[in-house]
């Protein structure tokens, strides 16, 4: 492809057609749109929740928070939603599926040690979601790489895949505009459908939300290892590549989770960006090509795309994070004068 242009770099050559390959980045973005404006809404509705179970000092602060839960619908979401696109239609097949593999390690990593220590805070799981955007993409774009390989109307299935993307991003925009204006009001005097629904059923939105991750980074694993299979002569050649790659992950994933647990900040979320693409350039340069080192350093660029405007997401799970850990302390302490005074 693209042989009548001899001077086009090697890291511009699209994995499939043009038309696919972008409508594949939009779908991508689509999907990393809909997913920040439900846990804008889902943040939202904790912060609802927490702030009628506290003080006057907490309703306060959760009109602060309201003022940050808002959908960048302007000139920068617009300008973001173009790039991600871009950028997710550039990167290959390959390097997008490396991506989804190194991320779905980490999330089994951090279920591990969630199960294992119960009385972690559910801020951490905020956290790891809020990391998760850019990963979203491209488990989406390898996915629809995998399953439209060889498709006759390829891109007509694409486009119509893409239109219907392109309408749940509208309409996840739009929940979140009418939750964020008029939730309090409708909810209180309890006569619009859609806010009764969220207060009656608003704490299954996570649940869903999580359920949905999971069977697309599942279809999006099995159609990575596929996607990377295929760059591999023999069976051995590929056990050569998996063993170390998996053994080199696992330690260090397991080494990031730890120091997550111990510094929940801002500046750990970016540096935990840093080393798991850095890791992805050590091994593409090792085993990889070219192309490959350079789509990985465009998806620095991606993750900062993501998490950049999405500080304020990083920002409410922080404050929703400090206020379960005051409110366990609470009812902690209000056990224990309990336990003494039926002990007197």
Known sequence: MFSFLPGLPSWLILDANPLESLL?????ACGISVFCNLMRVNLFLEGESSSNEGSNK?????????????????????????FLTVLLAVVGSRVSSLVVLEFTLRVVSAWGTTKSDPGKPAGFLQLLLVQCQFSLGCALSCSLHFLHEGAYQRWLCLLLIAALSWFL?????????????????????????????????????????????????????FAG????????????????????LTICYTLLVVYMQENDQRHLSGQ???????????GLMVLMLTVGRWADVLHILMCFLGEAACLIPTNDLLNVAFELDEW?????????????NLEKKRNS
């Open 225 to 244: 290892i596929s996607i990377i299979n295929k760059h591999f002569l023999s069976a051995t050649e590929a056990l050569r590549f998996w063993t170390p």
């Open 58 to 82: 907490d309703t306060s602060n959760q009109t602060n928070l309201n003022h940050q839960l808002k959908s960048k619908s302007g000139l920068s979401g617009k300008l973001q939603f173009g």
């Open 268 to 278: 750990t979320v970016l540096n935990t960006v840093v080393v798991r693409l850095g």
């Open 24 to 28: 594949q980045g939009f779908v991508g």
């Open 169 to 221: 991003a509208r309409q996840s925009a739009r929940l979140l505009q009418h939750v964020v204006a008029l939730y309090r009001l409708h909810s209180s005097q309890r006569y619009c459908g859609v806010c009764i629904t969220l207060l009656s059923s608003g704490r299954s939105l996570l649940p869903r939300l999580l359920t949905a991750l999971m069977l697309t980074f599942a279809v999006s694993v």
């Open 324 to 336: 379960e850990v005051y409110s366990d302390g609470v009812s902690q302490r209000r056990q224990q």
